[in-house]
T-cell receptor
Framework: KNQVEQSPQSLIILEGKNCTLQCNYTVSPFSNLRWYKQDTGRGPVSLTIMTFSENTKSNGRYTATLDADTKQSSLHITASQLSDSASYICVVSDRGSTLGRLYFGRGTQLTVWP | EADIYQTPRYLVIGTGKKITLECSQTMGHDKMYWYQQDPGMELHLIHYSYGVNSTEKGDLSSESTVSRIRTEHFPLTLESARPSHTSQYLC???????????????FGPGTRLTVT
């Protein structure tokens, strides 16, 4: 069964600190992995997307890594800001269908305190 | 910010009412999607469309229906709302890729539906 598991479920950090969110997946055949940021009451917004051949990608203070062999990914946030408070969702796409089906994790709820 | 819009943003309605959630995009994307999301849970695909006059059911069974008469418009309708339909509904769109490559999905802001 294709699944995407994220940890931790929730995380509280102080402003200015770094943090790392984890994602494990069993989706096969793998096409790409995306990290989305979803603010409360809003739709998800893409942060990064990585294909099989990419093992790291950065977007400002966000850096995602991918280990396709172990089927793990992480999202590292540097120098956190209050505006980083949101749910971070790991999404994996398969290449076994024309639709390019997306499999969503439940997200890590990050809270940044001043 | 993606050019995809949803209305209304919030809706509180009584049981048995018919409702239509609107979704429109100005990016000319062929593919459009409807997802349902409960608090703290993952998004579930309930409907998708490859283009005009194309609609398919998604992974999660839903009593809602959709239509795709115009490329930019993908409304979702509930004929008779029930409390079990209370959820957040997210619309998304993407380009059509060559082969089986899945392209970036752009999400709307969502509609928070509460059925009393």
């Amino acid at each position: 069964k294709n699944q995407v598991e994220q940890s931790p479920q929730s995380l509280i950090i102080l402003e200015g600190k770094n943090c790392t969110l984890q994602c494990n997946y069993t989706v096969s055949p793998f096409s790409n992995l995306r990290w989305y940021k979803q603010d409360t009451g809003r739709g998800p917004v893409s942060l990064t997307i990585m294909t099989f051949s990419e093992n790291t990608k950065s977007n400002g203070r966000y850096t995602a890594t991918l280990d396709a062999d172990t089927k793990q990914s992480s999202l590292h946030i540097t120098a956190s800001q209050l505006s980083d408070s949101a749910s971070y969702i790991c999404v994996v796409s398969d290449r076994g269908s024309t639709l390019g089906r997306l499999y969503f994790g439940r997200g890590t709820q990050l809270t940044v305190w001043p | 910010e993606a050019d995809i819009y949803q209305t209304p943003r919030y809706l509180v309605i009584g049981t048995g009412k018919k409702i239509t959630l609107e979704c429109s995009q100005t990016m000319g994307h062929d593919k459009m999607y409807w997802y349902q999301q409960d608090p703290g849970m993952e998004l579930h695909l309930i409907h998708y469309s490859y283009g005009v006059n194309s609609t398919e059911k998604g992974d999660l069974s839903s009593e809602s229906t959709v239509s795709r008469i115009r490329t930019e418009h993908f409304p979702l309708t509930l004929e008779s709302a029930r409390p079990s339909h209370t959820s957040q509904y997210l619309c998304a769109s993407s380009e059509s890729g060559q082969g089986r490559m899945s392209y970036e999905q752009y999400f709307g802001p969502g509609t928070r539906l509460t059925v009393t």
